[in-house]
């Protein structure tokens, strides 16, 4: 079953501080893996997109990883700001041709404190 | 201008009221999609349509149905609204280079 699964479920830093969220998929056959970013009540915002050849893409503080071996991709965050307090997630496109199917991660909820 | 707009933006009604939401997209994709959101079960897909002619179910598109009005345009409809209805619910594109998603601003419903 094609399943995406993000952890932490919840996590609370420190303005200024970095952090690492996670990403797992049993996607197959793979065919790009993508980070959102929702804030609280609005529609999610596209942050990164990989395909399979890709193992890095950064959009200013933000970078992740893809590690199409492993099925494994994360998501850091560079010197955390009070905005980046959100929820972000994993959706991970599968190959089957024009039906591509898009299966979404339930989320890890960041929170940035003062 | 956004380019996925939502209407209503909130909306509380009764039990066994028809409900319409409606979506309207400027950026020319052929792809559109409703979704609802829970707490602490993500988005679910409800409808999704890839042109005029083509509507395709998701995975939980019991009690809803959808029109395709325009290639701009995409209504989801609650003929019955029941409270386990209650949610957020977005409307989404998807198109261009990296064949992303673009989401509406969401609307949030309430059915009492």
């Known amino acids: 079953k094609n399943q995406v699964e993000q952890s932490p479920q919840s996590l609370i830093i420190l303005e200024g501080k970095n952090c690492t969220l996670q990403?797992?998929?049993?996607?197959?056959?793979?065919?790009?893996l993508r980070w959102y970013k929702q804030d609280t009540g609005r529609g999610p915002v596209s942050l990164t997109i990989m395909t399979f050849s890709e193992n890095t893409k950064s959009n200013g503080r933000y970078t992740a990883t893809l590690d199409a071996d492993t099925k494994q991709s994360s998501l850091h965050i560079t010197a955390s700001q009070l905005s980046d307090s959100a929820s972000y997630i994993c959706?991970?496109?599968?190959?089957?041709?024009?039906?591509?199917?898009?299966?979404w991660g339930l989320g890890t909820s960041l929170g940035v404190n003062p | 201008d956004a380019d996925v707009t939502q209407t209503p933006r909130n909306r509380i009604t009764k039990t066994g009221k028809r409900i319409m939401l409606e979506c309207s997209q400027t950026k020319g994709h052929d792809r559109m999609y409703w979704y609802r959101q829970d707490p602490g079960l993500g988005l679910r897909l409800i409808y999704y349509s890839f042109d005029v002619k083509d509507i395709n179910k998701g995975e939980i598109s019991d009690g809803y149905s959808v029109s395709r009005q325009a290639q701009a345009k995409f209504s989801l409809s609650l003929e019955s609204a029941i409270p386990n209805q209650t949610a957020l619910y977005f409307c989404a594109t998807r198109g261009g280079s990296t064949d992303t998603q673009y989401f509406g601003p969401g609307t949030r419903l309430t059915v009492l």
């Open positions: 990403c797992n998929y049993t996607v197959s056959p793979f065919s790009n």
């Open positions: 959706v991970v496109s599968d190959n089957a041709g024009n039906n591509r199917k898009l299966i």
